[in-house]
């Protein structure tokens, strides 16, 4: 097996485990690519992102780009002559980038492609509810998550997990299959698999109206884009015209007629919230621009009205 040159492309703690685990391999990490800083609170002071902080420990050169098209950025990208590109939750490649290195450039997507293309995979899968979800390394071409596979695992998803736990875990199984999928690359004993894009579904990025919770829906629809958003960037309901953000809850045990669709009541000190069939006890909760509190904490002293919109 022969050491690659490879650029890494990333922002995101999501592909920091990635890195480090190239870092320590027995591959050349020639640069690493990554967004801009950004400017903190209101003052002028910026943060970099997660990668790039991870790139100055190990001492490896930075890129930061803003314009992927930029002739600057492609002449920096043309001069490390590199023999792979590596991409973790960064940004859709142009094909006038995706041409520079040797052999191509390859992806690692938090979801079993085809299913699930998109910039929110795992949230999507928590959303709706599936059981099963897992990561997937393939070659990029133009189009996005559309590229053929060189490797993929698979893991559950438990019925109470959310986002942030799932994420964990995808985080450093992916960095585990990125890694065994390079040295594969290296050795070049690999096959590649087309995707079935009839099998494709979407997982486009989440905007605040989509995080918005119908408790007309049922139990498990509101339960699962709860824990879907759970702890970002969170669901939320309108309580008393305040936005009510809704952390995290668990299935109740009542029945549609022991109470309506967004009521909320306090029983045997739980907060319970009806759905359109069954309901919820909301265990988090937290009101615009208020800290996050225990829901039965939150309503013990309540005074408005106890409907959620």
Request: proline content about 6%; aromatic content about 8%.
């Amino acid at each position: 097996m022969k050491s690659l040159r490879i650029v890494f492309m990333g922002s995101p703690e999501f592909a920091v485990p990635s890195l480090e685990k190239l870092h320590h391999g027995p591959h050349n990490i020639i640069s690493v690519v990554t967004g801009m800083d950004k400017r903190r609170g209101r003052g002028t002071d910026t943060s970099p992102t997660a990668v790039k902080k991870a790139a100055l420990r190990f001492d490896l050169p930075v890129i930061e780009v803003e314009n992927l098209k930029s002739p600057d950025f492609i002449g920096s990208l043309k001069t490390c002559n590199a023999d792979l590109f590596v991409v973790v939750a960064f940004r859709v490649l142009p094909g006038e980038v995706l041409e520079i290195p040797k052999i191509g450039s390859i992806n690692l997507h938090a979801s079993l492609l085809p299913r699930y293309r998109g910039a929110a995979p795992i949230h999507h899968a928590v959303m709706n509810g599936e059981t099963e979800t897992g990561c997937t390394v393939f070659f990029l071409d133009e189009k996005v998550d559309t590229g053929n596979i060189l490797m993929q695992e698979k893991t559950v998803i438990g019925p109470h997990e959310n986002t942030g736990v799932v994420y964990e875990r995808l985080m450093h199984m992916g960095a585990d299959l990125l890694f065994r999928s390079v040295n594969r690359i290296a050795g070049g004993d690999y096959e590649l698999q087309r995707q079935n894009d009839e099998m494709a579904t979407p997982a486009p990025k989440l905007y605040p109206d989509d995080c918005r919770i119908d408790f007309s829906e049922d139990q498990s629809r509101v339960y699962n884009k709860i824990r879907g958003l759970s702890p970002f960037p969170g669901a939320w309901a309108v309580l008393d015209g305040q936005r009510f953000r809704i952390h995290e809850a668990r299935p109740a045990d009542y029945s549609s007629s022991d109470i309506r669709p967004a009521q909320i009541i306090i029983d045997d000190q739980k907060v319970i919230a009806g759905c359109g069939n069954g309901a919820l006890e909301l265990l988090k909760v937290q009101l615009e621009g208020k800290k996050t509190l225990d829901a039965m904490d939150f309503f013990r002293g309540y005074k408005g009205e106890s409907v959620l919109k």
